[in-house]
């Protein structure tokens, strides 16, 4: 009989935007699975603040590194030659509002922040996976990768490139490196606040008709928690998940239309 087998003992865990939200969820969920963690984000107080909690869920070893995705030059030398097997690819999305009034500045800078910083970090940390013969990136997205959301027009092409590199990449990695991503729903994070401030500023609505009319597009009838997502990322990180690979989960509580 073949065990399931969720341990990470012995493995490293790179975990972008680890000072909040489902980041901050993911990190400890990897830490209570065995794994060592390299938590990154820009904040150093926060991450700092973290570290003693990673230590507690079960992290053989937890430390912070302090790079911004925008400066791609700081963020490569930072992880250049870091040993990790896991790669947790989570950047806050790009301000709301309607693609036809974004500027090129706006594009670019989306582009650089997600696109490109996941491609650093990943060649930062892919010659260690190939040496350990183990590797697991998962891509933190939106659901705006199946359906495009209404006003949020740089977020929906820049989450709809990030799959596109995903997929481009589950065809080049070798066997035992895998790259999926996670699709999160509505959850309960400071990202999603920002964006329930913006169309209450923008429609006129309260913000709390605005989180109503969310939660009633949401089957199981509640936002998501973080520490959902992190376990779907533990799964996807483990052994057990090895045979999947280059695919889009979905955890949404049901909203999604698309089959």
């Known amino acids: 009989m073949t065990v399931v087998n969720l341990d990470l003992s012995g493995k490293t865990a790179l975990v972008a935007g680890a000072s909040a939200g489902i980041g901050r969820a993911t990190a400890l969920a990897l830490a209570a699975s065995g794994a060592s963690i390299v938590a990154l984000a820009r904040r150093r107080d926060r991450l700092e603040a973290l570290l003693p909690e990673l230590l507690a869920a079960g992290a053989p070893s937890a430390v912070a590194l302090v790079a911004d995705l925008d400066d791609t030059a700081a963020t490569a030398a930072a992880v250049c030659g ?6 947790i690819n989570n950047t806050g999305g790009p301000p709301g509002g309607k693609l036809t009034e974004a500027s090129a500045q706006d594009l670019a800078v989306a582009f650089r922040r997600h696109v490109i910083g996941a491609q650093t970090l990943m060649q930062g940390v892919l010659p260690s996976m190939q040496a350990a013969g183990y590797g697991r990136i998962i891509n933190v997205l939106s659901t705006s990768v199946r359906e495009p959301i209404p006003n949020l027009g740089v977020s929906n092409t820049i989450r709809g490139a990030m799959a596109s590199w995903a997929k481009s990449l589950s065809k080049e990695l070798g066997p035992g490196i895998t790259i999926n991503n996670v699709l999160p729903g509505f959850t309960d994070t400071e990202r999603l606040s920002s964006l329930q401030a913006g169309v209450a500023n923008r429609t006129g609505l309260s913000e709390s008709a605005v989180m109503a009319g969310w939660v009633a597009r949401v089957p199981e009838g509640r936002l998501g928690r973080p520490e959902e997502l992190a376990a779907t990322i533990a799964f ?24």
């Open 82 to 87: 870091l040993n990790a097997q896991i790669l």
């Open 236 to 259: 996807l990180v483990s052994p057990a998940g090895a045979y999947i690979r280059g695919q889009s989960l979905a955890v949404d509580g049901g909203r999604l239309n698309t089959i």
